[in-house]
């Protein structure tokens, strides 16, 4: 009996040692990757730059502690993290005149995703091939293929990636269901228009551009304090670019031919004139600011009340919909424009921003702003990001079963993907950005009267950029001299 | 004989470094030396480099070195449409701006001085002088914010009073208007400033005596006031004229230029070229242009005040 107790002790120690063993074995990675970790015991400092009053950008920093922890447990270093922050207009400058001088000052900057080729052709950003390849963990599967088209790489058509993508971003439709919802109104539409008013996000999907701009009318109510519809035409960044370039190539038109550099008989088509003046058009159901909106105008108006609808970007849905709007909006597809078949197309131009590591770190800040990557991807941080608010980009996140119904305009973000693109990976993006800007809103304000000629200007100065820079293979033609708006 | 001479005279103490540079002639060139390398540092040499970038094919964001070019650059902006409007919108904005605040600030300065035992005085020129002292980014935004039709309390007055509500920053038709009473709001307390001055440097004996013989007010304005004060108040005008053609931020913090390009005047141009689309070449070529119209402008300012100087030299001299 005693023998076999000895005995029973010396196999429970046996197992107990073994069950030690294992687990020593399992944590051993961590723990022999703390000891080696050449940081283990360093203090770092992290400055991320990243958007004003843009919530995905904070919620970088935001979550930044549960890193801290996780790194100190895992490779042994402590990390605190800053945050730096301008405008979407200012925020390129601030990175670009920094990164010139090979400052360090900021150590990860969320960019914009035009910007990529600015960034990376310089070489000021890291690039993140090699990266990749020594760390599998941020090979990500992306929900759809636009992430990686527009948030890591540069130059369009290769293979080579500069970006994480920190937020994904598209369009939405931002809808008051409490005023579309009101007792009277789907009669009342009915009978003026002769057709089912759109209730629902499936009818949405359906909604085509000339019905959309029915519903907006129907609800243009100045006369109530608030108007159908709020978009962006504002001259800064590209608030008026965006969703005019989404009409444009949602009617079947394009802004250029990335391959040759060619604009001039691209971007201004008729048909692309045609989508610029159906997008001014809509001012009319717009509150008389409307032609100075941009992102922020747009949230104040719909914020405050005095507009049904919006299109706006998804990533800026908590603004959107603030606690008194709560239960009040809901956030559906933008409308969609038939085809000849009569097909309901949408390409929309994709908003979003990804991360980019300053080329110019020392090597310890280097190693944490790739440990930060690496933790930024893991399926609980991507969790986290989304139910913050965040637009992760992950396929294993995107395709949770809960996913669409965490907030209101994720369904849509998610379903918008798929229908979204982007514009110009150019180093010289920003000068073919501020003359076509200049171009569009002279049109929308009444400076110049015809669509056509808005366009002609902005082709005529691009085709010269990109050809200035050597992108183009072709000159702008005898049409474009003296042209003036 | 060459002993005895040396012998014959005192010995020549060698100067130390201290009693060299106390010297008469060596010590104001000594109390220059800190403002001279302040100069050279943070004057003389980025202007030499703008001037050398100026004649290079240089973007920030291209990832290639600079390419000289010659005179590329300058001939692009020479034959740029958008240049020439920018500044003919500029020169618009300086003409307009500078003459009908000089206007209003001359008749506000002699309504203030003729008002000088009026309780209240005091405080009221306080708040006059009040637009002048914010920082034109503060003003832009409020201003901003009175001029939105929606939101805005102009707009709301409007639509109290029955009218519609006005897109003053929207239109493209009003906008350079609405950006320029603006600038007239802020800058009319300054030329006020400069009629007080001007109006305290006219003698009291020729105001007593054009009391006396019974001077009309136009009279009185014209032949003393204008006569004694038309220097001080031509600093004024000119100071004004420099500050007025380097205009940016209040403009682009109200407009950023636009509607389209309707207030985009030359320095907004300039700042884009450099800050937003970071061409430092061509940017730097217009910044030479821009340069040499503001020293035509100092000349002017400084030949204007030298011509008293002359004036009274001449003067002095036929008195002799």
């Given at each position: ?41 360093k203090s770092i400092h992290m400055s991320?730059l ?30 605190t993290?800053s945050?730096a922050?301008a405008?979407?207009?200012q925020?390129?400058q601030k990175a670009a005149t920094s990164l010139a001088t090979r400052s360090q000052e900021y150590n ?14 310089p070489k000021w ?233 300053n080329a110019f770190n020392d090597p310890d800040h280097m ?119 | 004989m060459r002993l005895a001479s040396k012998a014959s005279s005192p010995p020549r103490r060698r100067q130390s470094f201290t009693e060299f540079l106390g010297r008469r002639e060596v010590m104001p060139f000594l109390l220059l030396v800190p403002v001279l390398i302040f100069f050279i540092i943070w004057n003389t040499i980025p202007t030499l480099w703008l001037l050398g970038l100026s004649f290079y094919r240089f973007s920030l964001t291209s990832g290639r070195p600079p390419i000289f070019a010659g005179f590329y650059n300058f001939d692009?902006i ?12 500029t020169?618009?904005?300086v003409?307009?701006?500078v003459?009908?605040e000089t206007?209003?600030g001359?008749?506000?300065g002699?309504?203030?001085w ?8 005091r405080?009221?020129l306080t708040?006059?002088f009040t637009p002048m002292v914010l920082t034109p980014v503060a ?47 802020m800058w009319?307390p300054f030329m006020v400033l400069m009629t007080l001055a001007a109006l305290a440097s006219v003698p009291k004996a020729e105001l ?16 003393v006031i204008l006569y004694h004060g038309k220097f001080i108040l031509m600093l004024g005008i000119l100071l004004r004229t420099i500050d007025a053609f380097k205009t940016m931020d209040l ?15 030359i320095a907004?141009?300039l700042y884009?070229r450099a800050f937003?689309?970071f061409t430092m070449g061509w940017s730097s070529a217009l910044a030479v242009i821009l340069l040499l119209i503001s020293i035509a402008f100092t000349a002017t300012f400084i030949f204007v005040l030298h011509s008293r100087d002359r004036k009274q030299a001449s003067l002095a001299e036929e008195g002799a």
């Amino acid at each position: 009996m005693r023998k076999e107790i000895i005995t029973l002790n010396r196999r429970g120690l046996l197992k107990g040692a073994s069950a030690l063993g294992a687990t020593a074995a399992l944590s051993m990675p961590h723990i022999a990757r703390a000891q080696d970790n050449p940081l283990r015991g360093k203090s770092i400092h992290m400055s991320i730059l990243g958007i004003a009053g843009w919530v995905p950008s904070r919620l970088g920093v935001d979550l930044a502690p549960d890193f801290a922890k996780m790194a100190k447990d895992k490779y042994g270093y402590d990390v605190t993290f800053s945050y730096a922050e301008a405008p979407f207009s200012q925020l390129f400058q601030k990175a670009a005149t920094s990164l010139a001088t090979r400052s360090q000052e900021y150590n990860i900057i969320i960019s914009d995703s035009q910007w990529l080729g600015a960034l990376a052709q310089p070489k000021w950003i890291l690039p993140l091939d090699p990266v990749i390849k020594k760390n599998p963990a941020l090979d990500v599967e992306w929900y759809a293929p636009v992430v990686e088209a527009a948030y890591q790489i540069y130059p369009d058509g290769t293979k080579k990636r500069w970006g994480f993508p920190q937020e994904g971003d598209t369009m939405g439709l931002y809808i008051r269901k409490d005023l579309l919802e009101a007792p009277g109104e789907a009669a009342a539409f009915q009978q003026k228009y002769g057709r089912k008013l759109p209730m629902t996000w499936e009818d949405f999907e359906q909604l085509s551009f000339d019905d959309f701009v029915k519903l907006i009318a129907f609800f243009n109510r100045p006369e109530k304090g608030y108007n159908g519809f709020g978009g962006q035409y504002s001259r800064e960044y590209d608030f008026i670019s965006c969703p005019s370039m989404s009409v444009m190539r949602s009617t079947g038109g394009d802004v250029w031919d990335p391959s040759t550099g060619q604009i001039e008989g691209i971007f201004n088509s008729s048909s692309n004139a045609k989508a610029l003046k159906s997008w001014v058009d809509l001012l009319k159901y717009q509150p008389p600011s409307a032609i100075n909106y941009g992102i922020g105008e747009l949230i104040d108006a719909f914020a405050q009340g005095k507009v049904f609808s919006a299109m706006q970007w998804c990533a800026v849905g908590p603004a959107m919909i603030p606690d008194a709007l709560k239960d009040k909006v809901m956030v559906v597809p933008p409308p969609g424009f038939p085809d000849k078949s009569g097909k309901l197309v949408r390409n929309y131009i994709i908003g979003g921003q990804p991360w980019v590591i300053n080329a110019f770190n020392d090597p310890d800040h280097m190693q944490v702003a790739i440990d930060f990557m690496e933790w930024w991807y893991q399926p609980e941080t991507s969790l986290s990001y989304a139910q913050h608010g965040g637009n992760p980009c992950d396929k294993a996140t995107l395709s949770r079963p809960d996913f669409d119904a965490m907030h209101p305009w994720y369904r849509t973000y998610k379903y918008m993907l798929n229908y979204s693109s982007d514009f110009w990976h150019d180093p010289a993006y920003a000068e073919m950005l501020s003359t076509q800007q200049e171009a569009m809103t002279a049109y929308a304000t009444g400076q110049i009267k015809d669509p056509q000629h808005a366009l002609d200007y902005a082709a005529c100065r691009q085709q010269k950029i990109l050809f200035d820079e050597g992108v183009a293979t072709k000159q702008p033609s005898g049409a474009c001299t003296g042209m003036r708006l | 004989m060459r002993l005895a001479s040396k012998a014959s005279s005192p010995p020549r103490r060698r100067q130390s470094f201290t009693e060299f540079l106390g010297r008469r002639e060596v010590m104001p060139f000594l109390l220059l030396v800190p403002v001279l390398i302040f100069f050279i540092i943070w004057n003389t040499i980025p202007t030499l480099w703008l001037l050398g970038l100026s004649f290079y094919r240089f973007s920030l964001t291209s990832g290639r070195p600079p390419i000289f070019a010659g005179f590329y650059n300058f001939d692009s902006i020479l034959n740029d449409s958008a240049v020439w409007l920018g500044l003919s919108r500029t020169f618009l904005f300086v003409i307009l701006a500078v003459g009908i605040e000089t206007v209003l600030g001359l008749l506000l300065g002699l309504l203030f001085w003729g008002s000088q035992k009026l309780p209240g005085r005091r405080v009221a020129l306080t708040l006059l002088f009040t637009p002048m002292v914010l920082t034109p980014v503060a003003s832009g935004t409020f201003w901003r914010l009175i001029y939105d039709p929606t939101f805005g309390i102009l707009g709301s007055i409007f639509r109290g009073l029955g009218l519609p509500s006005l897109n003053f920053l929207g239109d493209a038709h009003l906008a350079f208007g609405a950006v320029l009473l603006v600038d007239i709001w802020m800058w009319t307390p300054f030329m006020v400033l400069m009629t007080l001055a001007a109006l305290a440097s006219v003698p009291k004996a020729e105001l007593e005596a054009a009391e006396i013989d019974q001077l009309s007010w136009w009279q009185r304005l014209r032949l003393v006031i204008l006569y004694h004060g038309k220097f001080i108040l031509m600093l004024g005008i000119l100071l004004r004229t420099i500050d007025a053609f380097k205009t940016m931020d209040l403009i682009y913090d109200m407009t950023f230029g636009g509607p389209g390009s309707t207030t985009e005047v030359i320095a907004i141009t300039l700042y884009r070229r450099a800050f937003e689309d970071f061409t430092m070449g061509w940017s730097s070529a217009l910044a030479v242009i821009l340069l040499l119209i503001s020293i035509a402008f100092t000349a002017t300012f400084i030949f204007v005040l030298h011509s008293r100087d002359r004036k009274q030299a001449s003067l002095a001299e036929e008195g002799a």
